[in-house]
């Protein structure tokens, strides 16, 4: 008993070191094909998945960014965000030769190799200089257009496929990115998380791009939310810590409680619910590989109901003893001890 409260604040020191996440190749058996796939992972791939910032009412002035992106090692941003806007700029630039042109009659034309100019056996489509490029460089203003040819080459944009001789055509990347209503922009720029090795990595990695984007939100009073495909699977682990701290409070407040109508001792009752603490710091802070989850969760508050019968049976044993406290102590552990012993260890 002397060397309960050192033990039992090195468990609690070790808890701190507890971090969310389930390891895949921990859930895997171990002679599954997938554990070489997410060792070469892990050994590997230097980047992570993408991610896309969803921004509603575009602002020029996302910039901030590109800024994020070059201290990856807190915003987990590997890159700067690539955008619809800087392609349609260059798509639209008389520089860009093929890219943006029309016909005589001013309607769009599009380039000569992909369809529908052309049927692909017929090769290239030959116009006969009908088409011309859509702008001049006396029409753009510090190399942007005004806002009706920027109004009127955006959709042109959006409907243009990629071609050899132009591959900044935005059909492909950004049909579905780019929503318009009344000329109100909902869009969506894309980059890359940089590489997470650790399960905890991409919750902090979740946790430091929404913050980024709620930052953003309010400097700039735009709506803009940040999104990657492994969000669904580790929002949960944000509050986990919350979770799994409320569900065993109630366990062991539940079993207090019923200790102490039972009982009707607050000493015996609280011995036990200090038991109950004690044996599910030792639980967490002495597992070298535990990771909390809704896995660890569940195993913790059924920890609390199985470590609640041995408690309660002991101090039970000791409240119907007589005699001194060391002799209800030596009663309790030589007959009822016993027993609990011989029922942890049986098969």
């Avoid at 030769?97 to 000569?112: E, H, V």
């Avoid at 101090?315 to 016993?338: C, I, P």
């Amino acid at each position: 008993m002397e060397r309960s409260p050192c033990s039992n604040s090195q468990s609690l020191a070790l808890c701190t070191r507890i971090q969310p996440g389930l390891e895949q190749k921990i859930v895997l058996p171990r002679d599954s094909y997938l554990q070489g796939y997410f060792n070469n992972v892990s050994e590997y791939l230097r980047i992570g998945p993408p991610l896309y910032f969803v921004v509603k009412n575009y602002n020029y002035r996302l910039l901030h960014i590109a800024r994020a992106s070059l201290i990856p090692e807190s915003s987990y941003i590997a890159k700067p965000a690539a955008s619809w806007l800087d392609d349609f700029l260059v798509w639209i630039s008389p520089e860009a030769f093929g890219c943006c042109r029309k016909f005589t009659n001013g309607s769009y034309c599009p380039p000569n190799d992909p369809p529908p100019c052309c049927a692909s056996k017929d090769g290239s489509c030959n116009l006969n200089g009908l088409c011309k490029d859509c702008t001049m460089v006396s029409d753009l203003y510090n190399d942007r257009p005004s806002t009706a040819q920027f109004r009127e080459k955006l959709t042109w944009f959006l409907t243009a496929l990629p071609s050899a001789d132009c591959s900044k055509g935005g059909h492909g990347a950004y049909t579905s990115s780019v929503e318009l209503k009344e000329w109100n922009y909902s869009s969506i720029k894309f980059s890359y998380i940089s590489h997470p090795p650790q399960q905890v990595d991409y919750v902090n990695s979740m946790r430091a791009q929404r913050e980024f984007t709620s930052r953003v939100s309010d400097s700039f009073k735009i709506k803009i939310f940040p999104y990657s495909v492994f969000y669904m699977f580790f929002e949960q682990y944000l509050d986990i810590w919350r979770t799994a701290l409320i569900n065993l409070a109630i366990a062991i407040g539940v079993v207090f409680v019923v200790c102490l109508v039972i009982t009707c001792s607050l000493w015996s009752s609280a011995i036990i619910l200090l038991a109950l603490a004690m044996i599910v710091m030792d639980l967490m802070g002495r597992n070298d590989n535990f990771q909390l989850n809704a896995l660890s969760v569940v195993n913790l508050v059924m920890a609390v109901g199985i470590a609640v019968e041995f408690c309660v049976h002991t101090t039970h044993a000791f409240s119907v003893s007589s005699g001194d406290r060391n002799q209800r102590m030596k009663e309790a552990l030589g007959t009822m001890g016993a027993s609990i012993f011989r029922c942890i260890t049986s098969k």
